[in-house]
């Protein structure tokens, strides 16, 4: 069973920068695709970011040019840089895991393993 442990959520002003990191463990295969999806109030989980084994990322349209998507194989860890954060960031973020090359999964469809995910909030 892969479990993954989300950190770095937290509460900053708009225009500041935070860095979630999610590292996966209990893996007895590779992982191929990782990435980052969130939920923000009173909406349907959406895609922030994914990355493939291959160096491929994907970027929501409204993220892109301010987040950015990484991540160390060697640790099984994902990170999302957030920068220039806006009120509608506001939301909890979660990691998404699997074995399978997953780039384009707008709602999170295909991923089979899952974080508690972690509160970022971005004061006016």
């Known amino acids: 069973q892969v479990h993954l442990v989300e950190s770095g959520g937290g509460t900053v002003q708009t225009g500041g920068s935070l860095r979630l990191s999610c590292v996966a463990s209990?893996?007895?295969?590779?992982?191929?695709?990782m990435g980052w999806y969130r939920q923000r109030p009173g909406n349907q989980r959406e895609l922030v970011a994914t990355?493939?084994?291959?160096?491929?990322?994907n970027y929501a349209e409204s993220v892109k040019g301010r987040f950015t998507i990484s991540r160390d194989d060697m640790k099984n860890t994902v990170y999302l840089q957030m920068n220039s954060l806006k009120p509608e960031d506001t939301a909890v973020y979660y990691c998404?895991?699997?074995?399978?090359?997953?780039?384009?999964?707008?709602?999170?469809?295909?991923?089979?393993?899952w974080g508690q995910g972690t509160q970022v909030t971005v004061s006016s």
């Open positions: 998404a895991a699997d074995k399978h090359s997953i780039l384009y999964s707008d709602y999170g469809a295909g991923f089979d393993y």
């Open positions: 209990g893996a007895d295969f590779s992982i191929d695709a």
């Open positions: 990355m493939i084994r291959s160096g491929r990322r």
